[in-house]
């Protein structure tokens, strides 16, 4: 077995709540979903050479790097040395299917980024320096969305439910207690981040009150973290959780994020016995998040 100098694994992500309002300033519960995840692994070699393998974002991945080593230059005053040797990158999270596949890729890059600018003093400086990855991880994502909420990055970061806002990042971390039983079905369809935040704002700039829909949006979020607390009962967390998942659903439909097609599947999801089913992701396809009873 090959041994590496440097290795990470991060898990992907679904929303249950709070897509697209938390731009806006609302709340959004995020969950990391273990199911898919990025597994980043490196190689010191002796050549002056750095070698980049089994990546479909090679440039993308070339670009993290670069701006990294300047981000971490700029706000940490330390240098990173040159990277010599070889990088992999092996991921089974979906792209563009709403699971976090470009932050999970931004919090290793970060990890390892500030694993390399440790290695001219000693591993203490790692350590010492962890509490700055999301920020950099968030840096890192503006480079595929523009300006990243953050959101992604810090519940990948956190491997545990968050309720986030773009005020004050982590509102609320969540232990992980007994989820109700969720399964993840693929779409088939994908949409850009891009599309869908530009169907939201025209929708927005045709409609009275929009800003009704952003707090319903956030007020599914909040009842889908009282859903979670471990004082709640089975039954009733069943309940608040469907009903949380409903109502989010109906925003993505007001919005005009789901496509006749997706209404279909939803109904057969639906028929087929799931208790509710909400997209997660910027909408038009992505992933169904569907909430079951325990078998």
């Known amino acids: 077995m090959r041994s590496y100098d440097f290795s ?10 709070g897509e697209h309002a938390v731009l806006r300033g ?3 519960l995020a969950i990391p979903h273990d199911e898919f995840n990025l597994e980043w692994r490196f ?9 980049i393998s089994r990546n479909p974002f090679r440039d993308q991945l070339l670009a993290l790097l670069k701006r990294g080593g300047l981000w971490i230059e700029e706000h940490l005053q330390i240098e990173v040395p040159p990277i010599f040797g070889e990088i992999s990158v092996e991921s089974t999270i979906p792209l563009g299917a709403g699971l976090g596949s470009s932050a999970a890729l931004c919090v290793a890059a970060a990890e390892f ?3 390399q600018s440790s290695q001219k003093d000693n591993q203490n400086t790692f350590v010492q320096n962890r509490h ?3 920020k950099l991880a968030t840096a890192l994502e503006d480079l595929f969305h523009g300006k990243s909420s ?52 025209d929708w927005r700039k045709t409609h009275s009150f929009p800003e009704e829909l952003d707090a319903r949006m ?20 069943l309940e608040l959780c469907a009903h949380a998942l409903s109502e989010a ?25 799931a208790l509710s089913a909400k997209l997660t992701g910027a909408g038009l396809g992505g992933f169904w998040v569907t909430l079951w009873k325990d078998s």
């Open 26 to 28: 609302g709340k959004a």
């Open 113 to 115: 980024l500030l694993w």
């Open 249 to 273: 659903q109906g925003c993505f439909e007001a919005w005009g994020l789901v496509t006749p097609e997706l209404l279909e599947q939803k109904k057969a999801l639906l028929t087929q016995g």
């Open 43 to 51: 190689a010191r070699s002796n050549n002056s050479d750095l070698v």
């Open 132 to 134: 700055i990855l999301p």
């Open 8 to 17: 990470v694994s991060v898990p992907s992500k679904w929303v249950f709540a």
């Open 150 to 201: 953050g959101m992604d990055v810090n519940v990948i970061v956190e491997g545990r439910p968050i309720l986030f806002s773009m005020e004050q990042k982590v509102e609320k971390r969540l232990e992980m207690i007994h989820l109700p039983r969720f399964k993840l079905f693929d779409t088939g369809f994908r949409a850009t981040t891009k599309l869908c935040i530009s169907r939201v704002e």
């Open 218 to 237: 956030s007020q599914a979020a909040c009842l889908a973290v009282d859903s979670l607390r471990q004082e709640v009962s089975a039954d009733k967390r």
